[in-house]
């Protein structure tokens, strides 16, 4: 039995990971961390285990590497789709994801790193990127920006109360916006919503800007009425 612990900060993101990794009768999810500190304790609590964790967390990658072999314990490392996985092959982790990664590739990815092996993203046609960009740019395009702000929104982990209140709305409008979304991309709920967009770049990247747009006008509302 492989055991897991899994640590990202995106709450949908570990919904979905966990969701795929727990259909492998070989692997077990002992843990799930939401920063540093708790992966760093889970890590000392469950030695010998594969931790795959997201690069985002920015970890002291030197005490990290350090902290996997006083516990016996190997490395997954989860990169942005934009980096390169040279990079964290070189620190020496033993395999590395995207966000953008398959179930079965990552179920692949987990069981060898287990076997002492080292696992990369398979390389990817162009023809096959640029077919994945057109899904993504074609959802994009027929979403409107209240549809986006709701995607962008869900991709962090909010439920439909949060995400009125930061519209500025009501949750039976939410709901409404929900089913036309479901209807444009094809999935069925909100975890499947989120990892699709997460699994389509060009998607991923319009959700990820409309995302920072609204923190920054969620930031600068207090200076406007002050």
Same mark, same amino acid.
């Given at each position: 039995?492989?055991?897991?612990?899994?640590?990202?900060?995106?709450?949908?993101?570990?919904?979905?990971?966990?969701?795929?990794?727990?259909?492998?009768?070989?692997?077990?999810?002992?843990?799930?961390?939401?920063d540093l500190d708790?992966?760093?304790?889970?890590? =000392? /609590?469950?030695?010998?285990? &594969? $931790?795959?964790?997201?690069? @985002?967390?920015? +970890? #002291?990658?030197?005490?990290?590497?350090?902290?996997?072999? =006083? /516990?016996?314990?190997?490395? &997954? $490392?989860?990169a942005e789709n @934009?980096?390169? +996985? #040279?990079?964290?092959?070189?620190?020496?982790?033993?395999?590395?994801?995207?966000?953008?990664?398959?179930?079965?590739?990552?179920?692949?990815?987990?069981?060898?790193?287990?076997?002492?092996?080292?696992?990369?993203?398979?390389?990817?046609?162009?023809?096959?990127?640029?077919?994945?960009?057109?899904?993504?740019?074609?959802?994009?395009?027929?979403?409107?920006?209240?549809?986006?702000?709701?995607?962008?929104?869900?991709?962090?982990?909010?439920?439909?109360?949060?995400?009125?209140?930061?519209?500025?709305?009501?949750?039976?409008?939410?709901?409404?916006?929900?089913?036309?979304?479901?209807?444009?991309?094809?999935?069925?709920?909100?975890?499947?919503?989120?990892?699709?967009?997460?699994?389509?770049?060009?998607?991923?990247?319009?959700?990820?800007?409309?995302?920072?747009?609204?923190?920054?006008?969620?930031?600068?509302?207090?200076?406007?009425?002050?």
């Open positions: 039995m492989n055991k897991i612990i899994l640590a990202d900060s995106q709450a949908i993101f570990r919904a979905g990971t966990a969701k795929v990794l727990a259909m492998d009768e070989d692997i077990r999810i002992i843990a799930q961390c939401t708790r992966m760093y304790h889970a890590i =000392t /609590t469950f030695p010998g285990s &594969i $931790v795959l964790f997201a690069a @985002s967390l920015h +970890p #002291d990658f030197a005490r990290l590497q350090l902290l996997f072999e =006083t /516990t016996g314990s190997r490395g &997954i $490392v989860i @934009s980096e390169t +996985p #040279d990079t964290y092959l070189q620190m020496g982790f033993r395999g590395v994801v995207f966000r953008s990664v398959t179930g079965p590739a990552l179920g692949d990815c987990v069981r060898r790193v287990a076997a002492g092996e080292t696992w990369l993203p398979p390389q990817i046609k162009l023809t096959e990127a640029h077919e994945e960009d057109m899904v993504g740019m074609r959802v994009r395009d027929r979403l409107t920006p209240k549809e986006m702000r709701i995607v962008a929104l869900i991709v962090q982990g909010c439920k439909n109360r949060e995400i009125a209140l930061r519209l500025k709305t009501t949750e039976q409008v939410v709901k409404n916006y929900l089913r036309s979304i479901y209807d444009k991309t094809g999935v069925g709920d909100r975890l499947e919503l989120a990892l699709f967009t997460i699994h389509h770049r060009v998607l991923a990247q319009a959700a990820a800007e409309v995302g920072s747009k609204l923190e920054a006008e969620e930031q600068a509302a207090p200076s406007a009425v002050a």
